[in-house]
């Protein structure tokens, strides 16, 4: 194990516990080929969601590593500044991941990633134990943190089947990353890994990933309405309690025991994607811990997506508590006075 130096802030309990990598992500308006400014700005999918939940009014603690470097500084201090317990790692010797994000056209980002061997790559299992010691109402996991490393997948693992022995909540988001690992490796992790959750969350292209036997594809469907609700109804039978399903522009729906359960999305005029995926599953996590049902969660969570996609970062326009009844309800194009 890489020598390293640890800090924490003080820990106890929380709402919600979540860990991965996060990393600086620096933005371009156009082609990145053309040169011009870059903006600076925290990315990560748990951090997506920590931040999402914190500002919907819960205790939130995220888990990672970072470089000894300023990158590391930026998003530990970013992080803090939205009001979320850290249980961190500084590791001297690696550096902190960093990406590039460009605006190719008004409907196509590209994402170029620096993180191979990273300080956030190296996560173990001692850097989440104090924080699961603590405890959580849900620990939140996405197949993101699993597909770094071989230790960051026992990670994972570990958390996993840790956190449901202890009675926690989990919710595992597929999050599949091509630039990561192939479909056949993320279903030999992932779909093994969804005995643990109570909760799993794809979108409708990646569901199949979290069914079936691992290492084989679900034949393609003829029906991909009456193959979506096979694929639930498998992960169901397993186990799990709530199958999530994330469909963009179309809204997203819910199976569990009782039935389906659909919800539009919020119209808005979209000005950037990137972490509407992340958003969404903020808003559910957080109605589930207000004790909404599933058609409040489901109504929350789009509420949040609608605040990203018609917001510029990845996270930097989500709503507060007060914020969320501005969607939905006020005409488009107003101003508030």
């Given at each position: 194990?890489?020598?390293?130096?640890?800090?924490?802030?003080?820990?106890?309990?929380?709402d919600?516990?979540?860990?991965?990598?996060?990393?600086?992500?620096l933005?371009?308006?156009?082609?990145?080929?053309?040169?011009?400014?870059?903006?600076?700005?925290v990315?990560?999918?748990?951090?997506?969601?920590?931040?999402?939940?914190?500002?919907?009014?819960?205790?939130?603690?995220?888990?990672?590593?970072?470089?000894?470097?300023?990158?590391?500084?930026?998003?530990?201090?970013?992080?803090?500044?939205?009001?979320?317990?850290?249980?961190?790692?500084v590791?001297?010797?690696?550096?902190?991941g960093?990406?590039?994000?460009?605006?190719?056209?008004?409907?196509?980002?590209?994402?170029?990633?620096?993180?191979?061997?990273?300080?956030?790559?190296?996560?173990?299992?001692?850097?989440?134990?104090?924080?699961?010691?603590?405890?959580?109402?849900?620990?939140?996991?996405?197949?993101?943190?699993?597909?770094?490393?071989?230790?960051?997948?026992?990670?994972?693992?570990?958390?996993?089947?840790?956190?449901?022995?202890?009675?926690?909540?989990?919710?595992?988001?597929?999050?599949?990353?091509?630039?990561?690992?192939?479909?056949?490796?993320?279903?030999?992790?992932?779909?093994?890994?969804?005995?643990?959750?109570?909760?799993?969350?794809?979108?409708?292209d990646?569901?199949?990933?979290?069914?079936?036997?691992?290492?084989?594809?679900?034949?393609p469907?003829?029906?991909?309405?009456?193959?979506?609700?096979?694929?639930?109804?498998?992960?169901?039978?397993?186990?799990?309690?709530?199958?999530?399903?994330?469909?963009?522009?179309?809204?997203?729906?819910?199976?569990?025991?009782?039935?389906?359960?659909?919800?539009?999305?919020v119209?808005?005029?979209?000005?950037?994607?990137?972490?509407?995926?992340?958003?969404?599953?903020?808003?559910?996590?957080?109605?589930?811990?207000?004790?909404?049902?599933?058609?409040?969660r489901?109504?929350?969570?789009?509420?949040?997506?609608?605040?990203?996609?018609?917001?510029?970062?990845?996270?930097?326009?989500?709503?507060?508590?007060?914020?969320?009844?501005?969607?939905?309800?006020?005409?488009?194009?107003?101003?508030?006075?």
């Open positions: 194990m890489t020598p390293a130096v640890g800090r924490a802030s003080a820990l106890q309990a929380v919600l516990l979540t860990f991965g990598e996060s990393m600086v992500s933005r371009s308006a156009g082609p990145l080929s053309a040169g011009g400014s870059l903006g600076m700005h990315a990560g999918a748990e951090s997506n969601v920590a931040v999402g939940v914190a500002r919907l009014g819960h205790r939130v603690t995220w888990a990672g590593v970072v470089g000894a470097d300023p990158h590391g500084e930026y998003i530990l201090r970013q992080l803090r500044s939205e009001g979320i317990g850290l249980q961190h790692r590791d001297p010797a690696r550096n902190t960093i990406m590039f994000l460009e605006q190719r056209t008004a409907d196509v980002s590209r994402a170029f990633y620096y993180r191979a061997g990273s300080a956030g790559s190296t996560l173990h299992r001692e850097d989440l134990d104090p924080a699961l010691t603590a405890g959580a109402r849900i620990l939140h996991l996405t197949g993101i943190t699993a597909a770094l490393s071989p230790e960051a997948r026992k990670t994972v693992e570990y958390a996993a089947e840790r956190a449901a022995a202890e009675g926690m909540e989990v919710s595992l988001d597929v999050n599949y990353r091509s630039k990561l690992w192939s479909r056949d490796q993320a279903r030999a992790v992932l779909s093994p890994l969804a005995r643990h959750a109570s909760i799993v969350i794809a979108s409708d990646e569901l199949g990933l979290l069914a079936g036997a691992p290492g084989a594809a679900p034949a469907p003829a029906d991909t309405d009456a193959a979506e609700a096979a694929l639930a109804a498998g992960l169901l039978e397993r186990g799990v309690r709530e199958v999530v399903v994330k469909r963009g522009a179309a809204g997203a729906g819910v199976h569990t025991a009782d039935g389906r359960r659909e919800a539009p999305a119209p808005v005029t979209s000005i950037d994607t990137v972490g509407a995926g992340d958003a969404f599953t903020a808003g559910y996590l957080s109605a589930l811990l207000d004790g909404e049902d599933v058609a409040g489901l109504r929350r969570g789009t509420l949040a997506g609608a605040f990203a996609v018609s917001t510029a970062g990845d996270w930097e326009g989500l709503p507060r508590a007060e914020e969320l009844a501005l969607l939905g309800t006020t005409p488009s194009g107003t101003t508030q006075r």
